[in-house]
């Protein structure tokens, strides 16, 4: 390990999580598509985020074979692509550091245009911007329904599509870093710095090597973590729900009172009853699950616990 921090004009930071096979062809790629155009200097990061496979050890041979190129760093375990991704930006030297997919999803040539974008443009922000993708109707379905939400509940400037690939100025990062979230939403983060991205649309390529390990929990445990730590409508639905609930209540409580007091019957049979103390139940643990969300993530913020232990740095 060294303490080299001379700076660089940019860092590239990869996150890998049982990618065994792609690693090296992403490799050849940043040098073939990216490297070989320009006389900057850079570095490329990769961050073993508990893999179980071969990762490590392919990581291991690029940096051998990539000295002064290649930084390998080793989590202790699986911490989360988004805790890889701090990680990589707490090391980095770039002026700009660019994340980018270790499956080969993403087109590597569009650095070319990222870089561009950043230093002749003056871009702190660029995001590539998924404007399409080669993958099942079930993820293409998910993901959509993801981001829509999050466009609805949190950020409208969200691009349709998602993001992952994205260039950030040092300002941009250190802003991020400066946050130190306990349950980071990523995108989020980026998009609440307020510098105007500029969106790059691209299609996303279809995976070539392994599986996806975004699971459909990962996903919406994601999903809570960017609504909750950006957006108070789930508290502000539960007070709108909760006074036209009571409001309702009061109405049916004045009608019984009056049907009791014209000689009426109020409530026939067990049924009716049985339906309303199910359906205000249900609501209640509803809100308690809402606001159950909200106090575990106030709890884990004020730990102060780290977000994530490095057992090794390679270079």
Not at 6 to 22: A, K, R
Not at 130 to 152: C, H, K, N, P, Q
Not at 219 to 242: C, E, H, N
Request: glycine share 10%; charged share 20%.
């Amino acid at each position: 390990m060294t303490t080299d921090q001379t700076p660089l004009d940019f860092s590239i930071v990869i996150p890998v999580y049982f990618n065994e096979g792609s690693l090296s062809a992403t490799m050849d790629k940043i040098k073939s598509e990216v490297l070989a155009r320009h006389a900057w200097n850079c570095e490329v990061i990769y961050v073993d985020d508990g893999s179980g496979d071969g990762s490590l050890n392919e990581l291991l041979g690029m940096c051998r074979a990539n000295p002064g190129l290649v930084k390998v760093v080793k989590f202790t375990r699986n911490f989360g692509q988004v805790q890889a991704l701090m990680a990589g930006y707490n090391l980095a030297r770039g002026k700009c550091v660019i994340s980018l997919s270790a499956d080969g999803q993403d087109p590597v040539s569009l650095i070319n245009d990222m870089l561009k974008a950043h230093f002749e443009e003056r871009c702190e922000i660029v995001i590539c911007a998924r404007e399409g993708r080669d993958e099942s109707a079930y993820r293409i379905w998910t993901s959509r329904l993801f981001y829509a939400l999050m466009r609805v509940l949190g950020f409208g400037n969200m691009p349709p599509g998602g993001f992952d690939y994205v260039l950030l100025g040092r300002k941009a990062v250190d802003a991020i870093l400066r946050n130190r979230e306990a349950h980071p939403f990523w995108q989020g983060q980026i998009l609440w710095t307020g510098f105007k991205p500029k969106i790059i649309p691209y299609h996303r390529l279809q995976r070539t090597t392994g599986k996806s390990r975004w699971s459909f929990g990962r996903k919406l445990t994601y999903l809570l973590d960017g609504i909750l730590s950006y957006s108070f409508v789930p508290i502000r639905l539960m007070s709108l729900a909760g006074i036209a609930v009571a409001f309702s209540g009061f109405l049916y409580a004045a009608l019984i009172l009056i049907l009791r007091l014209l000689g009426g019957i109020p409530v026939q049979g067990w049924a009716p009853l049985m339906i309303i103390v199910l359906l205000l139940g249900g609501f209640q643990m509803l809100m308690l699950g809402i606001i159950g969300e909200y106090v575990w993530r106030t709890l884990a913020q004020s730990r102060h616990r780290a977000p994530y232990v490095i057992e090794e740095i390679i270079e």
